[in-house]
């Protein structure tokens, strides 16, 4: 059994989620690809606070039953324990500290800068004993998929103009719009709204949006800034997709489409934390959450 639950200061954290990633990509599962549907957000049990960015990637990936999580505190508060061999699952946060002045700085003028750390969740049906009334109900949702599809592209604060003009889908980063094929133009309805997210995910990054560098500064194809920009608008249309309930079977999972994004993973750790915060951002704005709604994990005393 693993119960530590505190954060690292000598381990690489960015090494530890990316090589979780790329063992799972070698193993040919595409984790953004996971959907939720059936077994709920990744949550927090207690707090009741979906895990957001890489988090909800990383235990999204783990196939439990229910996407349920607690901490190890949290699980002793409640009367509850860990079954035998299990072992815990790593989540990361933000964390802020006090750098101290280096030579040459102005003396007594601490920096604060804000670093990675980790900590460990279990999943409900790693443990035993936790009281029944704090296991929610897996809801359904009433609204046909479509319709929610349609919602979120209707009610997206600020859209950008959606053109059907020419047969191909792109965002225009200068006129700020986005064309679109017409929906008889693809196999499936699923795999419209699904390319139709990724263009909306690309349009945040817009200067009177997001202002993202790598939709601002158009870079070119295959460039380092735009794999970031294609995973960032993959990881939020997958979002988007387990949002509303569709599964676009079209999603590429080829072993080419893998190799590629293992290569950028092994050159660059920092690449999929980056890629998924933003993506998580795009999703926000998106579904128009409040600010309130929307800050990234700085601290995980909201979940002790």
Known sequence: MDSNNTSSTKLDVYEIVTNRIIDLLEAGTVPWQKPWTDSGVPMNLISKRAYRGINLWLLLSLNYERNLFLTWDQLKKIGGSVNKDEHGHVVVFWKNVKKESEEGEQEGKAKTVSMLRYYKVFNIAQCRDIPTDLIPELLKDEIPPIHECETIIQTMPDCPIIKHKENKAFYHVVEDYINMPKKK???????????????????????????????????????????????????????????????????????????????????????IISASGQAQKAVDLILGRKDNETKDEVDKSSEE
């Not at 676009?248 to 080419?256: C, F, L, P, R, T």
Request: aromatic share 14%; with cysteine; charged share 25%.
């Open 185 to 271: 133009s693809f196999k499936t309805i699923e795999a419209y709204y699904s390319t139709f997210f990724h263009e909306l995910v690309h349009s945040t990054g817009a200067e009177k949006r997001l202002c993202r560098k790598t939709i601002t500064e158009m870079a070119e194809f295959g460039s380092e800034p735009y794999s970031i920009e294609e995973l960032i608008a993959e990881m939020g249309a997958a979002y988007l997709n387990s949002y509303t309930g569709i599964l676009d079977k079209e999603m590429g999972n080829s072993v080419a489409y893998i190799q590629g994004w293992l290569e950028k993973l092994k050159n660059d750790k920092r690449f």
